[in-house]
């Protein structure tokens, strides 16, 4: 698997742990998460509860991805508009879809503003 570090909304994929149970190949890391996640998921995107095989994934910019990351708005505009991540984005600090989720993430945004 290739490393992909930082994810499109500046999130360590290094410190996921979808990301690390399959990079272990571990199905027990990736039944806990999955029970674990669950109702984040159910509340936000999934109209069913998380399966052992939707705990796949090699970062957002691969081709292996986690469940949840085709819906992902962050991912969908990063990419199109060819971007390495939100921190590139001249809109960074009026975007709602990223605001919203640095609440709930603060530890993506120093990937996203890096100390110059």
């Given at each position: 698997?290739?490393?992909?570090?930082?994810a499109?909304?500046?999130?360590?994929c290094?410190?996921?742990?979808?990301?690390?149970?399959?990079?272990?190949?571990?199905?027990?890391?990736?039944?806990?998460?999955?029970?674990?996640?669950?109702?984040?998921?159910?509340?936000h995107w999934?109209?069913e509860?998380?399966?052992?095989?939707?705990?796949n994934c090699?970062?957002?910019?691969?081709?292996?991805?986690?469940?949840?990351?085709?819906t992902c708005?962050?991912r969908?505009?990063?990419?199109?508009?060819?971007?390495?991540?939100?921190?590139q984005?001249d809109?960074?600090?009026?975007?709602?879809?990223?605001?919203g989720?640095l609440q709930e993430?603060?530890?993506a945004?120093?990937?996203?503003r890096?100390a110059?």
């Open positions: 698997m290739a490393a992909q570090p930082i499109y909304c500046g999130l360590d290094r410190q996921c742990p979808v990301y690390i149970a399959t990079r272990d190949n571990d199905d027990d890391a990736r039944q806990r998460v999955a029970a674990e996640w669950t109702p984040i998921a159910m509340q999934a109209s509860p998380l399966k052992v095989s939707d705990m090699g970062g957002c910019k691969s081709g292996d991805v986690f469940a949840g990351v085709p708005p962050m969908k505009c990063c990419s199109g508009k060819g971007l390495e991540h939100c921190g984005c809109g960074l600090d009026g975007c709602g879809m990223i605001t989720f993430n603060p530890e945004l120093p990937n996203l890096p110059q």
